[in-house]
T-cell receptor, first 109, second 118 residues
């Protein structure tokens, strides 16, 4: 399974755009890139998924360069409620998810 | 639509005792997964059911753990006998390929059961 590397923690002020980058050098051709968000005392929650280029939904955007060896989750105009741990996963198919350490994002008022 | 539910939310037992965790997936979801996070570690996969069949149980740590999903609905995870290193948070997730947006289908997680073995 492809391994991912992402910053352990990040801080940002409210209202700013936050970009979290994930490295996945060994991503396979069939792998998709998926991001999950986890609040304290809750299970992880799906945010966004993509294969290449750019994907945008009502919560975030996901930027994937042509070589797919990295991806960037972009959160527009963050608020205090965006404080959470964000996980980057590389997976294919309806199989087990492989979580790394995640990035602990803290939003400062 | 109700989400994935887990019971109990917290369990405290003594070493050597038995504990059974329950997971109710989203109605209609054939896929059910168990994960756990032990103290200070990453969330790790335990096993995957497709309906009542075990698709992948490669993450089960040892034979003290027994998972069942009779009838393909709810699932139980029994730990017998419990050891100190079993303490952690046990998550259940479910998914339905029919509503997936891509090959890596979205998994819906429950809130977890926090297990403390003393």
């Amino acid at each position: 399974l492809a391994k991912t590397t992402q910053p352990i923690s990040m801080d940002s002020y409210e209202g700013q755009e936050v970009n979290i980058t994930c490295s996945h050098n060994n991503i396979a051709t069939n792998d998709y890139i998926t991001w999950y968000q986890q609040f304290p005392s809750q299970g992880p929650r799906f945010i966004i998924q993509g294969y290449k280029t750019k994907v945008t939904n009502e919560v975030a955007s996901l930027f994937i360069p042509a070589d797919r060896k990295s991806s960037t989750l972009s959160l527009p105009r963050v608020s205090l409620s965006d404080t959470a741990v964000y996980y980057c996963l590389v997976d294919f198919g309806n199989e087990k998810l492989t979580f790394g350490t995640g990035t602990r994002l803290t939003i400062i008022p | 639509e109700a989400g994935v539910t887990q019971f109990p939310s917290h369990s405290v037992i003594e070493k050597g005792q038995t504990v059974t965790l329950r997971c109710d997936p989203i109605s209609g979801h054939d896929n059910l997964y168990w994960y756990r996070r032990v103290m200070g570690k990453e969330i790790k996969f335990l096993l995957h059911f497709v309906k009542e069949s075990k698709q992948d149980e490669s993450g089960m740590p040892n034979n003290r753990f027994l998972a069942e999903r009779t009838g393909g609905t709810y699932s139980t995870l029994k730990v017998q006998p419990a050891e100190l290193e079993d303490s952690g948070v046990y998550f259940c997730a479910s998914s339905d390929p029919g509503t997936g947006k891509g090959p890596a289908y979205e998994q819906y997680f429950g809130p977890g059961t926090r297990l403390t073995v003393t």
